[in-house]
């Protein structure tokens, strides 16, 4: 089973309003960090926001907002207020703690959503 | 500034040649430093863990003797690839942790190899 799951591999959304990237993931273990990343043209792995398994709220990062259930299983990427260069990869990723300590920064990545803001 | 430096951003080599790319830390050590290969339009695959002062741990179906990482000091970790083939051009990137924080997870550039 795929541990993170984006269904959307493509999404529009207008100038200037909010768009909402889904992900989903998969875990038995109670200590997990969930991240998103924002890949443009060019390669570069931009880091946007970080929600960590025990925190109470639900993390915020400008204009960038993580909508976290965690019964659901899902850590939904909120972007207000669209601009153009949001346009990009968008990657959900996950990092579990191994019972070992080593390798604790490994990520798993999700496909990815191609979002594209219209003008 | 750039956390985690990666170098070259790009290179094309003819097949059969090796090919190293680099990637430092920059203001912190990093114990593990991680391998990702990116398919055009598809996700990160983690190739390899680069454990600072021991060898490398290898995903399944990555070939060691292929893809050689060293990892010498705490800022810096080498990915090299050996006699290089057309069916190895693609997108590496490397991450390196913990960083200033232990929620985030910084990655290089990126290197685009084309084998031709």
């Known amino acids: 089973a795929q541990k993170i799951t984006q269904t959307q591999p493509g999404m529009f959304v207008q100038e200037k309003e909010a768009v909402t990237l889904d992900c989903t993931y998969d875990?038995?273990?109670?200590?997990?960090?969930l991240f998103w990343y924002k890949q443009p043209s060019s390669g570069e792995m931009i880091f946007l926001i970080y929600?960590?398994?025990?925190?109470?709220q639900n993390a915020t990062e400008g204009r960038y907002s993580l909508n976290f259930q965690k019964a659901r299983k899902s850590a939904n990427l909120v972007i207000s207020a669209s601009q153009l260069g949001d346009s990009a990869m968008y990657f959900c990723?996950?990092?579990?703690?191994?019972?070992?300590?080593?390798?604790?920064?490994?990520?798993?990545f999700g496909k990815g959503t191609k979002l594209s803001v219209i003008p | 500034g750039a956390v985690v430096s990666q170098h070259p951003s790009r290179v094309i080599c003819k097949s059969g040649t090796s090919v190293k790319i680099e990637c430092r830390s920059l203001d912190f050590q990093a114990t593990t430093m991680f391998w990702y290969r990116q398919f055009p339009k598809q996700s990160l695959m983690l190739m390899a863990t680069s454990n600072e002062g021991s060898k490398a741990t290898y995903e399944q179906g990555v070939e060691k003797d292929k893809f050689l990482i060293n990892h010498a000091s705490l800022t810096l970790s080498t990915l090299t690839v050996t006699s290089a083939h057309p069916e190895d051009s693609s997108f590496y990137i490397c991450s390196a942790g913990p960083g200033r924080s232990n929620t985030e997870a910084f990655f290089g550039q990126g290197t685009r190899l084309t084998v031709v």
């Open positions: 929600q960590g398994s025990y925190d109470q």
């Open positions: 990723a996950m990092r579990e703690l191994p019972h070992s300590g080593a390798g604790s920064y490994q990520l798993t």
């Open positions: 875990t038995s273990d109670p200590s997990y960090g």
